[in-house]
């Protein structure tokens, strides 16, 4: 099979070509054929971790020599890959998992080899954000890719409030050490309603999607340590414009039960706000014992 060399350009020039290949996020099955007969023709592979990679590559009896380019390196080695493409080798650049680039090293040398005119060819394949949005069951015609929010509450709750209006779907990834204060943190930021999908363990053997609100999700965690375990992406409904008009009528009742409460016993109150605002008794009566208990 022909992998390389459909790329016009590539005929008129003396330059390799650097290639992006997407590997396995869990099964091993899932390294397309076209990237395995790839992986076996170029001359060298730069990979995120090469004792991580090397496993893939028994895997499939590819012998090809690995070297590493990582998030510490990659501009130095980027410079080093260059002087090869130029010299006419071909490259491929894996990562430890998924698609390079995406949360993953690799921009710096896309970036040079366009700036060198090096051509640069796509292999896709496996990507945790796109998996895990294409079973979440939440919208995904319009979606931002936000990637790991920041590690510091301050920082966090600065990004989450920039994304506070956005309509579309937000696609996160985050660790299972984190997912809970993160979580904590949206429920904050977007209030505890937005439908979200806590996507994990894809591909793998306790492959799991998790449904609901975003506090129906934080109550599952804490309750099933099992679902903190393993990889995670974490996708959430963008802001609609009825759960601004649902937040808006939720103000009006709020205000309403708290000058009720004031003047009567709590039944009273949440039969006269249910009546005006038409709202059923029983979420104006969980409202009502919120409000009560802050109050208090
Ligand atoms: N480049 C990769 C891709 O294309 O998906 C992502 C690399 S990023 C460093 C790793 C993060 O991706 C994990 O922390 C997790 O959020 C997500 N991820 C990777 N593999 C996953 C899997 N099998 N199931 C769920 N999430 C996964």
């Given at each position: 099979?022909?992998?390389?060399?459909?790329?016009?350009?590539?005929e008129?020039?003396?330059?390799?070509?650097?290639?992006?290949?997407?590997t396995?996020?869990g099964?091993?099955?899932?390294l397309?054929?076209r990237?395995?007969?790839?992986?076996?023709e170029?001359?060298q592979?730069?990979?995120?971790?090469?004792?991580?990679?090397?496993r893939?590559?028994n895997?499939?009896?590819?012998?090809?020599?690995?070297?590493?380019?990582?998030?510490?390196?990659?501009?130095?080695r980027?410079?080093q890959?260059?002087?090869?493409?130029?010299?006419?080798?071909?490259?491929?650049?894996i990562?430890?998992?998924g698609?390079?680039?995406?949360?993953?090293?690799?921009?710096?040398l896309?970036?040079?080899?366009?700036?060198?005119?090096?051509?640069?060819v796509s292999?896709?394949?496996?990507?945790a954000?796109?998996a895990?949005?294409?079973?979440?069951?939440?919208?995904?015609?319009?979606?931002s890719?936000?990637?790991f929010?920041?590690?510091?509450?301050?920082a966090?709750?600065?990004?989450?409030?920039?994304?506070?209006?956005?309509?579309r779907?937000?696609?996160?990834y985050?660790s299972?050490?984190?997912?809970?204060?993160?979580?904590?943190?949206?429920?904050?930021v977007?209030?505890?309603?937005?439908?979200a999908?806590?996507?994990?363990?894809?591909t793998k053997?306790?492959?799991?999607?998790?449904r609901?609100?975003?506090?129906?999700?934080?109550?599952r965690?804490?309750?099933?340590?099992?679902?903190?375990r393993?990889?995670?992406v974490?996708?959430?409904?963008?802001?609609?414009?009825t759960?601004v008009?649902?937040?808006?009528?939720?103000?009006?009742?709020?205000k309403?039960?708290?000058?009720?409460?004031?003047e009567c016993p709590l039944?009273?109150?949440v039969?006269?706000?249910?009546?005006?605002?038409?709202?059923k008794?029983?979420?104006?009566?969980?409202?009502?014992?919120r409000?009560?208990?802050s109050?208090?």
């Amino acid at each position: 099979m022909q992998v390389f060399l459909w790329a016009k350009e590539k005929e008129l020039s003396d330059f390799g070509t650097l290639f992006i290949v997407a590997t396995p996020i869990g099964h091993l099955g899932d390294l397309s054929f076209r990237a395995k007969t790839l992986l076996t023709e170029v001359s060298q592979i730069a990979a995120e971790d090469t004792r991580h990679s090397q496993r893939l590559l028994n895997h499939y009896g590819i012998h090809t020599p690995l070297f590493s380019l990582h998030a510490h390196n990659e501009h130095e080695r980027s410079d080093q890959v260059i002087e090869l493409l130029k010299q006419g080798q071909n490259i491929a650049l894996i990562t430890d998992a998924g698609t390079p680039l995406i949360s993953d090293p690799g921009y710096p040398l896309v970036a040079r080899c366009h700036k060198e005119e090096i051509l640069v060819v796509s292999i896709p394949g496996p990507c945790a954000a796109i998996a895990a949005l294409s079973i979440s069951g939440i919208p995904c015609s319009r979606f931002s890719f936000e990637g790991f929010l920041p590690a510091k509450t301050a920082a966090r709750e600065n990004e989450l409030s920039r994304l506070k209006e956005d309509e579309r779907t937000l696609v996160f990834y985050v660790s299972p050490h984190r997912v809970v204060d993160e979580l904590n943190d949206m429920i904050k930021v977007f209030g505890q309603d937005r439908l979200a999908a806590l996507v994990r363990e894809l591909t793998k053997q306790f492959e799991t999607v998790l449904r609901g609100n975003l506090s129906d999700i934080l109550k599952r965690l804490e309750t099933d340590p099992n679902q903190l375990r393993g990889e995670m992406v974490l996708i959430i409904s963008g802001l609609s414009k009825t759960s601004v008009m649902a937040d808006n009528k939720q103000q009006e009742i709020e205000k309403m039960l708290r000058i009720l409460l004031d003047e009567c016993p709590l039944k009273q109150a949440v039969k006269i706000a249910a009546d005006i605002s038409g709202e059923k008794k029983n979420a104006v009566y969980a409202m009502a014992l919120r409000l009560k208990k802050s109050i208090e």
